[in-house]
């Protein structure tokens, strides 16, 4: 089993966690195509997820940007994201595993709550580490969690977002793991999670090539999804990977502006700009200054705030299969806006920023005649957090 | 002085080594000088300097804070490479850092940088074994030290490839977790030393801090005992600073050499 992927990947970490990653690789590849564990996770993503997602034919926006859009609609899964796809999966295999207690890590709490559900669904102990900054900026979130029996811990070391909950994750589990599984909620971090976590997102993309082939009888000339660690953007465009004629474009969060001052870039777009390095337990691409010491990033959206981006996305781009973009805060925010008085659906200010770079580049030309947006969240969990900016609060 | 030699000269005195750890330019750079010199006054065998990393998830809030005070001092590896050579010290110096700062600086410089400094080893908390290739061969052909940790958690397989690749001295974790001063030296220590069968001098660490615990390790078969959080405390307390680290360092040493 190859741990990497092009020159990026690897498992860069503590010695104490190299056997709990050896063990999580066995158990993945003895469970993941085991017909009892394939039962039940088929069960959960149907029943309990409430899979498949519909492939929405936004009529209004493909009227005004004169291309044919369409939604996949992951904003519809049980806590209103497409990270419960990967949750689920994981769970299970913990649980198979034989594993009592589950730690994660989240930006937005699109992740802590995914994990919340289905830790109590399952009966773990679980415990979320979150940047003290995204505590404040997802106080629903923080409460669904707690609602369902899960302990969040703010963070308070570094820059108090994402990458510290990571941080703090990873020491939990280096202290804890004889009985916890660190349950990562995007394609980051050691082998084998960037494979684990891409295979159970994938779940988006083979739904997508079925159902685009039902509507429009082909597959798409482009497919665009946010990215901060990647995984709604490795889920639907993975399927498709070996489909050269479909375009895959990378949207990361372009923030206030692409410049980096000397402790933090005013963006998080690590495929884009970022360099050659490691970042917790990875080589990647990543949002460092001259002596790699790690920048913080900055996003609208905290889901999207991070230094890094999955390996695999990092291989991709170098090898030319997909095409790093980017959509600023202001642009994103139109697009949440515009989305929302459309087509009556809010979206999350993550996939706001893949609505904004087709609304940026579709007159263009350069995403064809038929295009399907990744829509990975819906954006209830957002609104406090434009309403203060409409207010002219800051971020 | 290089990590072989002093090791073979403690052998010879059927003694233990002390090994302490304290990052590089924590509170100030100025500060780093007179607590390398306490702690070698105080009976330290080698000395171990971390060079900061702005994400270092190996390690307890204790050396987490330590980093962050460097940091925000204005540590950074051109001046960590500059003060460790200001240094005058005879004792060996090790490096303890994160494979980012190592990588982003380039490898072979950084060995060289290393060299150039007077550092005889390289301690990096989240490179292990398999991912170490580049950084051990540059390592070897330069004579630097390349240390690995070893954790109560590695298996029997796991430490035969270990053992093949470190030098220097092997760094026993003696419990799961991360790095921090604890009460309880776990029973793990012992049964880890015993399954470690090497010539390679074996030190021992995380969560030592008194001279009675050093003492046990010792007695358990370690030969050397690495000690960091509770340096780093002292420091961090700002109080009396070389004075306690001298004390400390002494009340250790004390008890490594009462070891049966």
């Given at each position: 089993?190859?741990?990497?992927?092009?020159?990026?990947?690897?498992?860069?970490?503590?010695?104490?966690?190299?056997?709990?990653?050896?063990?999580?690789?066995?158990?993945?590849?003895?469970?993941?195509?085991?017909?009892?564990?394939?039962?039940?996770?088929?069960?959960?993503?149907?029943?309990?997820?409430?899979?498949?997602?519909?492939?929405?034919?936004?009529?209004?926006?493909?009227?005004?940007?004169?291309?044919?859009?369409?939604?996949?609609?992951?904003?519809?899964?049980?806590?209103?994201?497409?990270?419960?796809?990967?949750?689920?999966?994981?769970?299970?295999?913990?649980?198979?595993?034989?594993?009592?207690r589950?730690v994660a890590e989240?930006?937005?709490?699109?992740?802590?709550?995914?994990?919340?559900?289905?830790?109590?669904?399952?009966?773990?102990?679980?415990v979320v580490y979150?940047?003290?900054?995204?505590?404040?900026?997802?106080?629903?979130?923080?409460?669904?969690?707690?609602?369902?029996?899960?302990?969040?811990h703010?963070?308070?070391?570094?820059?108090?977002?994402?990458?510290?909950?990571?941080n703090e994750a990873l020491r939990d589990w280096v202290t804890n793991v004889?009985?916890t599984?660190y349950?990562?909620?995007?394609?980051?971090?050691?082998?084998?999670?960037?494979?684990?976590?891409?295979?159970?997102?994938?779940?988006?993309?083979?739904?997508?090539?079925?159902?685009?082939?039902?509507?429009?009888?082909?597959?798409?000339?482009?497919?665009?999804?946010?990215?901060?660690?990647?995984?709604?953007?490795?889920?639907?465009?993975?399927?498709?990977?070996?489909?050269?004629?479909?375009?895959?474009?990378?949207?990361?969060?372009?923030?206030?502006?692409?410049?980096?001052?000397?402790?933090?870039?005013?963006?998080?777009?690590?495929?884009?700009?970022?360099?050659?390095?490691?970042?917790?337990?990875?080589?990647?691409?990543?949002?460092?200054?001259?002596?790699?010491?790690?920048?913080?990033?900055?996003?609208?959206?905290?889901?999207?705030?991070?230094?890094?981006?999955?390996?695999?996305?990092?291989?991709?781009?170098?090898?030319?299969?997909?095409?790093?973009?980017?959509?600023?805060?202001?642009?994103?925010?139109?697009?949440?806006?515009?989305?929302?008085?459309?087509?009556?659906?809010?979206?999350?200010?993550?996939?706001?920023?893949?609505?904004?770079?087709?609304?940026?580049?579709?007159?263009?030309?350069?995403?064809?005649?038929?295009?399907?947006?990744?829509?990975?969240?819906?954006?209830?969990?957002?609104?406090?957090?434009?309403?203060?900016?409409?207010?002219?609060?800051?971020? | 002085?290089?990590?072989?030699?002093?090791?073979?000269?403690?052998?010879?005195?059927?003694?233990?080594?002390?090994?302490?750890?304290?990052?590089?330019?924590?509170?100030?750079?100025?500060?780093?000088?007179?607590?390398?010199?306490?702690?070698?006054?105080?009976?330290?065998?080698?000395?171990?300097?971390?060079?900061?990393?702005?994400?270092?998830?190996?390690?307890?809030?204790?050396?987490?804070?330590?980093?962050?005070?460097?940091?925000?001092?204005?540590?950074?590896?051109?001046?960590?490479?500059?003060?460790?050579?200001?240094?005058?010290?005879?004792?060996?110096?090790?490096?303890?850092?994160?494979?980012?700062?190592?990588?982003?600086?380039?490898?072979?410089?950084?060995?060289?940088?290393?060299?150039?400094?007077?550092?005889?080893?390289?301690?990096?908390?989240?490179?292990?074994?398999?991912?170490?290739?580049?950084?051990?061969?540059?390592?070897?052909?330069?004579?630097?030290?390349?240390?690995?940790?070893?954790?109560?958690?590695?298996?029997?397989?796991?430490?035969?490839?270990?053992?093949?690749?470190?030098?220097?001295?092997?760094?026993?974790?003696?419990?799961?977790g991360v790095?921090?001063?604890?009460?309880?030296?776990?029973?793990?220590?012992?049964?880890?030393?015993?399954?470690?069968?090497?010539?390679?001098?074996?030190?021992?660490?995380?969560?030592?801090?008194?001279?009675?615990?050093?003492?046990?390790?010792?007695?358990?078969?370690?030969?050397?005992?690495?000690?960091?959080?509770?340096?780093?405390?002292?420091?961090?307390?700002?109080?009396?600073?070389?004075?306690?680290?001298?004390?400390?360092?002494?009340?250790?040493?004390?008890?490594?050499?009462?070891?049966?």
């Amino acid at each position: 089993m190859t741990t990497s992927y092009g020159k990026y990947g690897g498992q860069f970490v503590p010695e104490i966690l190299m056997p709990a990653l050896a063990e999580l690789e066995e158990g993945y590849q003895r469970y993941k195509d085991d017909p009892e564990f394939l039962k039940e996770l088929d069960f959960y993503l149907k029943d309990f997820a409430g899979r498949e997602t519909p492939l929405y034919f936004a009529k209004n926006l493909s009227k005004k940007y004169g291309t044919r859009i369409y939604l996949k609609r992951e904003d519809l899964v049980h806590g209103g994201a497409h990270k419960l796809n990967n949750t689920i999966g994981q769970g299970l295999l913990a649980k198979y595993m034989g594993k009592t207690r589950i730690v994660a890590e989240t930006g937005a709490g699109q992740h802590g709550t995914a994990t919340a559900m289905i830790g109590a669904n399952l009966g773990f102990d679980t415990v979320v580490y979150m940047g003290a900054k995204d505590v404040e900026r997802q106080l629903m979130n923080v409460y669904r969690m707690k609602l369902m029996g899960t302990v969040v811990h703010a963070v308070e070391s570094g820059s108090k977002t994402l990458k510290d909950a990571i941080n703090e994750a990873l020491r939990d589990w280096v202290t804890n793991v004889e009985n916890t599984h660190y349950l990562i909620g995007s394609v980051v971090g050691p082998h084998p999670y960037p494979m684990i976590v891409r295979d159970f997102q994938s779940v988006i993309g083979n739904e997508v090539k079925e159902q685009i082939m039902e509507k429009e009888g082909r597959y798409p000339d482009s497919i665009v999804a946010c990215t901060g660690g990647g995984s709604n953007a490795m889920g639907i465009f993975y399927p498709f990977v070996e489909e050269k004629d479909v375009k895959l474009f990378a949207v990361e969060a372009g923030g206030s502006g692409m410049a980096t001052t000397e402790h933090a870039a005013l963006h998080s777009a690590s495929l884009s700009v970022g360099e050659e390095g490691v970042l917790h337990g990875a080589r990647t691409r990543i949002l460092q200054d001259k002596y790699g010491q790690i920048l913080e990033s900055h996003s609208i959206s905290a889901g999207l705030d991070y230094s890094g981006v999955g390996p695999e996305l990092a291989y991709l781009a170098d090898i030319g299969r997909l095409t790093p973009c980017h959509a600023n805060d202001d642009e994103a925010l139109e697009a949440f806006h515009e989305l929302s008085r459309m087509e009556g659906i809010i979206p999350a200010l993550e996939s706001s920023h893949a609505l904004a770079y087709v609304m940026k580049a579709a007159q263009s030309g350069e995403l064809g005649n038929l295009v399907v947006i990744n829509l990975s969240g819906r954006g209830d969990k957002d609104l406090e957090t434009v309403i203060n900016l409409e207010k002219g609060g800051k971020l | 002085m290089n990590i072989p030699d002093k090791f073979s000269e403690l052998r010879a005195r059927d003694e233990s080594a002390l090994i302490a750890y304290v990052c590089a330019g924590d509170p100030t750079q100025d500060a780093t000088e007179g607590i390398v010199q306490a702690l070698i006054r105080g009976g330290a065998d080698i000395v171990e300097l971390g060079l900061p990393f702005s994400d270092p998830v190996a390690d307890g809030p204790t050396i987490q804070a330590a980093s962050g005070r460097a940091l925000s001092a204005g540590m950074n590896p051109d001046r960590y490479f500059e003060l460790v050579k200001s240094l005058d010290v005879d004792v060996p110096l090790v490096c303890m850092t994160y494979y980012n700062l190592i990588f982003k600086r380039g490898i072979e410089k950084f060995v060289l940088d290393c060299i150039d400094s007077g550092i005889s080893g390289i301690i990096v908390p989240d490179l292990p074994v398999e991912e170490s290739e580049e950084l051990a061969e540059c390592c070897t052909r330069n004579d630097v030290d390349l240390i690995f940790l070893i954790a109560p958690t590695t298996s029997v397989d796991r430490i035969d490839m270990i053992l093949e690749h470190g030098s220097g001295f092997m760094y026993l974790v003696s419990r799961v977790g991360v790095t921090g001063a604890r009460s309880d030296v776990a029973e793990s220590t012992s049964k880890l030393l015993s399954r470690v069968k090497t010539d390679i001098p074996k030190a021992v660490g995380f969560g030592i801090s008194t001279g009675k615990q050093a003492k046990e390790v010792v007695e358990d078969g370690a030969d050397g005992v690495i000690v960091g959080s509770a340096f780093v405390d002292i420091i961090a307390s700002g109080k009396d600073v070389n004075a306690r680290l001298e004390a400390l360092a002494k009340e250790l040493k004390d008890g490594i050499l009462l070891a049966k």
